[in-house]
């Protein structure tokens, strides 16, 4: 059974940064597509940066050049990077990965496990 557990959120102020962390579990390595995803209340759950098994990452244009996605392989963990936080950013942010599947793909119903999402929240 294959399991991701998302940490790292929390509160902070407009300027500030937090790294969140989503350990796998279940599975031997993290060589496939993983990502991170973003979601407010009522809203429809977005994509906010992509790690292709291979290829290039993708970031959504509203994190470019403020958040980086990465991974540990020797602790299958997954990492997201985020700096200069803006009040935009609040939400809940979800780990999810594409495991057995052909091609890396950005929607969100391509990914078939999911973590169970941790909170951000960025103060004016």
């Known amino acids: 059974q294959v399991q991701l557990v998302e940490s790292g959120g929390g509160s902070v102020q407009a300027g500030g940064s937090l790294r969140l962390s989503c350990v796998v579990s279940?599975?031997?390595?993290?060589?496939?597509?993983m990502g991170w995803f973003r979601q407010v209340p009522g809203g429809e759950r977005e994509g906010v940066a992509i790690?292709?098994?291979?290829?290039?990452?993708w970031y959504a244009d509203t994190v470019k050049g403020r958040f980086t996605i990465s991974k540990d392989t020797a602790k299958n963990t997954l990492y997201l990077q985020m700096n200069n936080l803006k009040p935009d950013d609040t939400a809940m942010y979800y780990c999810?990965?594409?495991?057995?599947?052909?091609?890396?793909?950005?929607?969100?119903?391509?990914?078939?496990?999911w973590g169970q999402g941790t909170q951000v929240t960025v103060s004016a």
């Open positions: 279940g599975y031997s390595n993290i060589n496939y597509c």
């Open positions: 999810a990965a594409q495991i057995g599947t052909r091609y890396c793909e950005r929607a969100a119903i391509r990914f078939n496990y």
């Open positions: 790690l292709p098994d291979r290829g290039i990452r």
